[in-house]
């Protein structure tokens, strides 16, 4: 069965700095993976996904991750975060023989200090 | 308007009340689905309805039931709500499978406050 674990449940980090949020999955079968975002006293919205083809995947916001297979890692990274980035941000991986049930990790707090 | 559109947004209630909590979505996705969040424990599923005469248990089923009333409108019900259901729920649809790429639109929230 397919599981997630985001290493970090906050990460304070100062306005302008660079951020890598982790998360690694377990899965025997190939996956999707997928950022999302949650902004205070909002729902949840991607932030962006893998689905095949290159390993590093570019999203909203200045967002990217990169999908390391042998690593089962699929890390967040932001060079210059803002205090707008200020949020949750969710891991989520989906098998690819599962339909449609994806599993999320804990979530991280983000946590953008001017 | 949002897409995805859960009434009520907050509410509180007492112990062994009956609570329903409603999702409706414009986005005429066949699939919808149940989520709750607590602290730590990130999103679990738990129910979800691939069409209207589809209902099935996701993870956390235990104490919660659901009606898919037409393909617009998914409603989650707690029959005797229980403290421990204290949450922030959301309701989420996907696309079709094949043309489907799993990504989930939700909506913003019902935060459910049991006594």
């Known amino acids: 069965a397919q599981s997630v674990t985001q290493l970090d449940s906050q990460v304070p980090v100062f306005e302008e700095a660079p951020v890598e949020l982790r998360c690694n999955y377990s899965?025997?079968?190939?996956?999707?993976l997928f950022w999302y975002v949650q902004y205070p006293n909002q729902g949840l919205q991607l932030l962006l996904k893998?689905?095949?083809?290159?390993?590093l995947v570019k999203g909203i916001n200045g967002f990217e991750a990169e999908f390391n297979k042998s690593q089962t890692s699929f890390h967040l990274r932001k060079p210059s975060v803002h205090i707008s980035d200020t949020a949750e941000y969710f891991c989520?991986?989906?098998?690819?023989?599962?339909?449609?049930?994806?599993?999320f990790g804990g979530g991280t707090r983000l946590m953008v200090k001017p | 308007d949002a897409d995805v559109t859960q009434t009520p947004r907050n509410r509180i209630t007492k112990t062994g009340k009956r609570i329903m909590l409603e999702c409706s979505q414009t986005?005429?996705?066949?699939?919808m689905y149940w989520y709750r969040q607590d602290p730590g424990l990130g999103l679990r599923l738990i129910y979800y309805?691939?069409?209207?005469?589809?209902?099935n248990k996701g993870e956390i089923s235990d104490g919660y039931s659901v009606s898919r009333q037409a393909q617009a409108k998914f409603s989650l019900s707690l029959e005797s709500a229980i403290p421990n259901q204290t949450a922030l729920y959301f309701c989420?649809?996907?696309?079709?499978?094949?043309?489907?790429?799993?990504?989930?639109?939700f909506g913003e929230g019902s935060r459910l406050t049991v006594l």
């Open positions: 309805s691939f069409d209207v005469k589809d209902i």
């Open positions: 989420a649809t996907s696309g079709l499978a094949g043309a489907d790429t799993g990504e989930l639109f």
């Open positions: 989520a991986v989906r098998e690819n023989n599962a339909g449609n049930m994806l599993t």
């Open positions: 893998y689905l095949s083809g290159s390993t």
């Open positions: 899965s025997s079968v190939s996956v999707y």
């Open positions: 986005k005429g996705h066949d699939r």
